[in-house]
C-alpha cells in the first residue's frame, strides 16, 4: 500500500530499483507520510528522482520549493531590467579619416593578428567586419547567420552603461528620480563591433560640460559619436589605427586605442586630432590620471601624457618617455598603477606593480621628493614560474595572476601615513587557483546570452580554457533575446578595475 496508493507510478509496475538509495529514502517517506522536509538535501536532485518515478505530487511539492529561492526580480543584487532597444536604421557610410589603405570608402578583406594575452588587453572578439563590408550580419564559422540582436558587450562610466549589440551600441542613464532610461541608440552599422568605450563625464572642453562620448571599434576601425543632454548623437569621425584595435578606452576626454603590436592611437578633445603613434610591441598597460602607462616586451614602461597632448617639434610625434626598465629586461606582460590621495604635504605618491614574462612581480615608487630621479625598485616577488597575466595594487592588496592554470597570489600590503612601507612590509595571504568557465562561443565579453546576470554560474570545466573575463568566472542566463539585467556594485574602484 506505501509503495502504490499513487496510480500509475512506477512501483505499480516494478520492484527492483537501481536508483540512489539516499535521495529513496526521502521518498519513501513522503510515500508514507505524505509530508516533505527539503531543508538538508538538493530540491534539484531529489525533483529528478521523482520525475523519474512520476510521483506528481512530490514534484509539485518540490517545484514550489525551488520557486521560493527563485524570483524573476533576483536577489538583493538585481538593480534593474531593460529590455531589448528597437532595431535602428542602416548608417549612412562614411570616409576613414586616416589609413592608407582605404581607397574611395572600400577596404579589402585582412586578416586578425593574434592577439597577446596580458593584463588589461582584453581577448579578441573573433572574425568581425570593417568599413565598407558586404554582409550586414555576422557569420558563424559553419556559414549560418548569427543573432545580430545579441547582446556582445557591456561597459559603465559613472551612472551610465554602454551597451553593445552586434551592429549598434544603445547608451543607458539611471538617475534616483527616473531609473533606468535609454538615451542613445547608434546607427545600425556595417560591420561587427569589437570594442566600446565610454565616458559619461565629459570635463569642460570644447564639447561642452555636458556632452557625453561614446565609441565603438571593429578590425581597425574606430567611430566616435558625441551624445548632448537631450540624447541626440553627433558623430565626430572614423579613424584607422591601421592595425586591429585590441583595446578602446578613455583618459579624461582623450579617446585611446591600442594594439600590442605597438600601435597607439590618440584622439584629442581640443584640438580634434586623430594621432598615430608606432611604439615598442605593447603587452600591458594602465593608466594614471592623465597619464597612459605603457608595459612593453623589452621590459620598459612608458608614459604619455594625453591631456596635454605634447608633440616633438622636429617630426609631430607624441612625446613617449620611459619610466622605469626593468633589471632583468624581461617583457612587463602585466600592470597596474596606485596613486595615493593627494595632500598638501607630500603631493602624489605614485606606485606602480608590474609583472613580467618570468614569472616576476615587482613594485616601484615614486618619491615625491625625488621626481626628477625616476622610479625606485621598492618590492621583487618570485613566486610565480609562469609569465604573470595580471596584477593588481590597492590600498591594501597586492595580487597577481599567473599563466599557471590561473594561479593566483595575495599579499597585505602595509601603509604608514597612506603611503606603502617596509615596515612590516607586504605579508603574503592566500595562494590559490582559479579554473575557467568554457568558452563556448568564442567571442570576449558578455557574449555568451541574450541577457547578462551577476550570480548564477552555469558551467565550470576542471581544464584551463581561454579566459573571457581576466580570470573572474562569468555568469551566463539565457532568455529573451537582446535584454540586459543590471546589478549594484558596492565597491567602484574594483568595478572600474575589471571592467564592470
Known amino acids: 500500500q506505501t509503495l502504490m496508493w499513487v496510480p500509475d507510478s512506477f512501483f505499480s509496475r516494478w520492484i527492483f530499483i537501481d536508483r540512489d538509495p539516499s535521495l529513496f529514502a526521502t521518498i519513501l517517506n513522503f510515500l508514507r507520510t505524505k509530508e516533505l522536509y527539503p531543508r538538508s538535501i538538493s530540491v534539484h536532485m531529489l525533483m529528478h528522482e521523482a520525475e523519474f518515478y512520476g510521483i506528481t505530487p512530490l514534484v509539485r511539492k518540490l517545484q514550489l520549493c525551488d520557486e521560493l529561492d527563485r524570483s524573476s526580480c533576483g536577489n538583493v543584487l538585481f538593480n534593474g531590467y531593460l529590455p531589448p532597444p528597437v532595431y535602428p536604421a542602416k548608417r549612412r557610410n562614411r570616409h576613414s579619416v586616416a589609413g592608407s589603405q582605404f581607397m574611395a570608402g572600400r ?11 596580458s593584463n588589461t588587453m582584453p581577448p579578441n572578439l573573433g572574425n568581425s567586419g570593417i568599413l565598407g563590408r558586404a554582409s550586414t550580419e555576422e557569420r558563424t564559422p559553419g556559414g549560418q547567420l548569427s543573432d545580430t540582436g545579441m547582446v556582445r558587450i557591456i561597459c559603465g562610466h559613472h551612472n551610465w552603461i554602454a551597451v553593445a549589440y552586434a551592429q549598434f551600441v544603445v547608451c543607458y542613464r539611471v538617475k534616483e528620480s527616473t531609473g533606468w532610461q535609454q538615451v542613445f541608440t547608434s546607427p545600425r552599422l556595417d560591420w561587427v563591433i569589437d570594442r566600446v568605450a565610454l565616458n559619461a563625464k565629459v570635463m569642460a572642453g570644447s564639447l561642452g ?11 581597425t576601425e574606430i567611430i566616435l559619436w558625441a551624445i548632448c543632454p537631450d540624447g541626440n548623437g553627433n558623430e565626430i569621425g572614423v579613424f584607422s589605427l591601421n592595425v586591429p ?16 603590436t605597438g600601435k597607439v592611437g590618440v584622439w584629442n578633445a581640443v584640438t580634434k ?26 621590459g620598459s614602461i612608458y608614459y604619455i601624457d594625453v591631456q596635454k597632448f605634447p608633440l616633438r617639434m622636429k617630426d609631430n610625434d607624441l ?16 600592470l597596474s598603477v596606485y ?18 614574462s618570468s614569472g616576476t612581480v615587482r613594485v ?16 621583487t616577488f618570485s613566486v610565480h614560474r609562469s609569465p604573470v597575466t595580471k596584477i593588481m595594487l590597492s590600498e591594501k592588496h597586492l595580487i597577481s595572476v599567473c599563466a599557471d592554470n590561473n594561479h593566483v597570489r595575495t599579499w597585505t600590503v602595509t601603509r604608514f601615513r597612506g603611503m606603502i612601507s617596509t615596515q612590516p612590509g607586504s605579508t603574503p595571504l592566500t595562494s590559490f587557483k582559479i579554473l575557467s568557465l568554457d568558452d563556448v562561443d568564442g567571442h570576449g565579453g558578455c557574449s555568451a546570452g541574450t541577457e547578462i546576470g551577476c550570480v548564477k554560474c552555469v558551467q565550470w570545466t576542471a581544464r584551463p580554457s581561454r579566459p573571457s573575463w581576466s580570470t573572474s568566472a562569468r555568469a551566463r542566463v539565457a532568455s529573451a533575446p537582446g535584454r540586459v539585467a543590471t546589478c549594484s556594485v558596492a565597491t567602484a574602484t574594483a568595478a572600474s578595475r575589471c571592467g564592470t
Open 319 to 334: 612625446l613617449v618617455t620611459e619610466l622605469y626598465r626593468d633589471p632583468t629586461e624581461d617583457a612587463i606582460t602585466a
Open 209 to 219: 560640460d555636458n556632452d557625453k562620448m561614446v565609441a565603438v571599434a571593429s578590425g
Open 107 to 117: 577596404v579589402a578583406p585582412a586578416e586578425r593578428a593574434p592577439v597577446r594575452r
Open 364 to 379: 616601484i615608487v615614486q618619491h615625491p621628493e625625488t621626481v626628477g630621479s625616476g622610479p625606485q625598485l621598492f618590492q
Open 245 to 260: 584595435v585590441e583595446a578602446l578606452f578613455f583618459v579624461g576626454n582623450q579617446l585611446i586605442a591600442t594594439s600590442h
Open 339 to 356: 596613486l595615493t590621495p593627494k595632500t598638501s604635504d607630500s603631493g602624489n605618491w605614485i606606485e606602480i606593480a608590474y609583472g613580467t
Open 273 to 298: 586630432h586623430w594621432q598615430n603613434q608606432d611604439v615598442v610591441p605593447i603587452s600591458s598597460y594602465d593608466t594614471a590620471g592623465s597619464f597612459l602607462i605603457l608595459g612593453c616586451n623589452n
